[in-house]
């Protein structure tokens, strides 16, 4: 509540925070190329990699990462290291990210308090019993007996609750509740594993075609001041058709 408070009441305005001007930013690509992209590259390297490596790693008889976090926890240690390369390749101070990261986070607005609040969305659903309305409803119209059917109806609702809602992850407990648990793995007897995979895929499909998705969608058009807002939506919606597509046919004939 104190996040959209924040946000509603104008608490993300954008501000001047002393931006080089487009000939340094310019003189700045020029010196340092494509090392700029180091640090970016850094979080996702090093958190695979801490995060297959370090799990079994103990300090005096105690795990060195949270076992029960350790994606998150590895995440974190990577993104400060690459903030440190970060700092080093540029030469900056620890004041300049701080600045930084506020420039853009009010440039980005209220879109910015979007993911924390869709991230709760979905266990909200769940608990509130949308996902047993919805495997009631999926008996009623799609035939259960069906391993097609109801992987048809699994994606596709994937796709659009991840629409309605903006966040595949808030998605994802309300439709595996309501259609994959009961149908496809103690109906079907899927992999839980391949389809858990391929369903947040079929999710993900629905993030390229929705304004709710503001943080992939939406702010990209605002920073880069896209004459239509929508536009990125538009590129994306024929990929996401396809990609959707084709994971149907993953996991009717994969996800045994």
């Keep these: 509540m104190v996040l959209v408070v924040l946000a509603g009441f104008g608490g993300l305005r954008t501000g001047s925070y002393g931006e080089a001007t487009p000939e340094q930013r310019g003189a700045a690509r020029q010196r340092y190329g494509s090392w700029l992209l180091l ?6 390297v090093l958190t695979v990699i801490f995060s297959e490596t370090m799990k079994g790693v103990t300090v005096a008889s105690k795990a060195l990462f949270d076992p029960k976090n350790i994606t998150l926890v590895s995440l974190g240690v990577a993104a400060v290291i690459a903030l440190i390369v970060a700092l080093g390749l540029t030469r ?4 300049t990210s701080v600045r930084e990261s506020r420039r853009l986070l009010e440039a980005i607005g209220w879109a910015a308090v979007l993911p924390q609040m869709l991230a709760t969305l979905g266990t909200i659903f769940t608990a509130a019993g949308v996902g047993t309305v919805i495997a009631h409803g999926a008996q ?5 007996h069906s391993l097609f059917w109801v992987v048809f109806a699994y994606c596709i609702g994937m796709a659009l609750f991840t629409m309605i809602m903006g966040n595949a992850f808030a998605a994802f407990p309300v439709m595996t509740a309501g259609i994959a648990l009961p149908f496809l793995i103690h109906g079907f007897g899927l992999n839980p594993n391949r389809l858990a995979a391929i369903g947040m895929f079929a999710g993900y499909c629905g ?10 969608n939406i702010v990209p058009a605002a920073l880069l001041d896209l004459p239509n ?3 990125v939506i538009k590129a994306q919606v024929p990929t996401a058709i396809i990609l959707l597509a ?5 996991m009717y004939l ?3």
């Design 140 to 144: 009623a119209i799609i035939p259960t």
């Design 39 to 44: 640090p970016a590259v850094l979080i996702p």
């Design 92 to 95: 900056s101070t620890p004041a």
């Design 254 to 256: 994969f996800a045994r």
């Design 229 to 231: 807002k929508y536009g």
């Design 207 to 216: 993030t390229l075609m929705t304004p709710m998705a503001a943080n992939f």
């Design 246 to 250: 084709v994971n149907i046919v993953l």
